[in-house]
């Protein structure tokens, strides 16, 4: 049976970790893996995740199953962190799922049993897992234009042209803040005009919001996704812990599903456990405890914020660092976008060839597209990738 199987193409992101790796140059500056690093390159435990861990070790006293859809008091603490009551909470549906892309996951199953034929668009470009996904599912698939190469910004004009090709009951893939791969996002007055465009089209959202607390504060990042399941009667949101709580290994996510009522919103929770049951059965409970644990008890919420705060500042220092040496050593503006741009992310807009130069010549290590991990970046080697750069001519 085996000999049947194809050859999978080989994961660009672990190729290019397999390459760093490999590289003996010490000055070599990786900016390809998309996980939050602190200055010393090293991806810390947040204080609060360690002291919530300490509790939970010398209180829990089981590690039987919870619940196909995991404990209810972990949807409630996400419902509430993403959500804040836009939506009343009798109207939301959720499920536990193992990390952001689980959740992703889960989230086109469901529209595939609701759906089998919707179309699901996404943003040009958008994180390379949604298409692999969206195509391993066999559904059909739609781009809208989102990147515009000259300005690094968005392009929203050919974003809402596109949005109107879209067919009723299909559904509509939106970052809900920090763009990945890009970096760049739509202000709230255009996302206020494309809600509406999706609105007129009969489509249905499906927000991806991995990086609350990255881009310009816990809850202006949450603004969007708010506004958006506040204007439909159906809408899917995959939320990860994966960032913002740094338990990337723990693979803590959860799907919600906003419904019209609450007697659709029980048919829609029987479907999100049914899905789990086919797929996982019972979620991952450690991090979901966690987190819980986190945004539920006053102190341990406080200094969560407060690190997610520092993380995010410092973040935004790395930015405008770089935009400021950038615009020293080309004297013009042409790289100030950096400093626009939101959360881990950006895309530098060249050429797969220059950022071959730049691996090959300066060892500086990026996805092919352009996407840097602005996290992986310090104040001693801004300076050696802004060099890079203005030397490779990009």
Known sequence: MFAQL??????KILALMGAFKADPRDTKVDL?????KDASGHTPVMRSVKAAERRLVGEQTTKSYVNLAGDPAFGDAMVDLVL???????????????GGT?????GLELIKLAAPDATVWVSDPTWPNHESIIKYLHMPMGKYRYFDEATRGVNFDGMLADLKNIKAGDAVLLHGCCHNPTGANLTADQMAQAIEVIKAQGGMPFVDIAYQGFGDGLDADGAATRAIASAFDNVLIAASCSKNFGVYRERTGILMAVAKDEAERDIAQQN????????YSFP????ARVVTMILTDPELRADWEAELEEIRIGMLGLRKQLASELRRLSNSDRFDFLAEHRGMFSRLGTSPENVE???????IYMAGDSRMNIAGLNEDTIPVLAKAIIDAGI
């Open 32 to 36: 390809g893996v998309g996980v939050y």
């Open 6 to 11: 194809n050859a999978q193409p080989k994961d």
């Open 272 to 279: 999100l456990n049914y899905l789990n049951r086919q797929n």
């Open 284 to 287: 991952p409970d450690h991090g």
């Open 84 to 98: 804040n009551g836009a939506v009343a909470r009798e109207r939301v549906a959720a499920a536990a799922t193992p």
């Open 357 to 363: 130069k730049l691996r090959a010549d300066y060892g």
């Open 102 to 106: 689980g959740a992703i996951r889960q």
